[in-house]
């Protein structure tokens, strides 16, 4: 099942986009999970419907750079100021 996500820095206050991560509750082909974009220091959502994550590229939307994902961890990374104090919120599924 897939939560909306959303990423908050207690350091310097950015605050990601509501993402959809994991797998849809309705079309379960649907797949989304969270990247991080070095150019545009801010975390997206990615979309890994249909996707191999080994073998595909994924692109930021705006910049057109490489998307790093973010592995579940206790603290992220904020792309913003880089301190390690990410508040992770999971709200209701998609
Ligand atoms: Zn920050
Ligand atoms: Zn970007």
């Not at 797949?31 to 419907?49: L, Q």
């Not at 590229?57 to 973010?70: N, P």
Request: hydrophobic share 30%.
């Amino acid at each position: 099942m897939g939560e909306y996500t959303t990423f908050e820095c207690r350091q310097c206050g950015y605050k990601a986009e509501r993402i959809r991560w994991g797998v849809g509750v309705y079309d379960p082909r649907q797949r989304f999970m969270p990247g991080y974009c070095v150019e545009c220091g801010s975390i997206v959502e990615v979309d890994m419907t249909g996707a191999d994550i080994h073998v595909d590229e994924f692109r930021c939307a705006t910049c057109d750079s490489e998307l790093f994902f973010l592995e579940k961890a206790n603290s992220y990374t904020c792309p913003r100021c880089k301190a390690q104090d990410m508040l992770l919120r999971q709200g209701e599924y998609w």
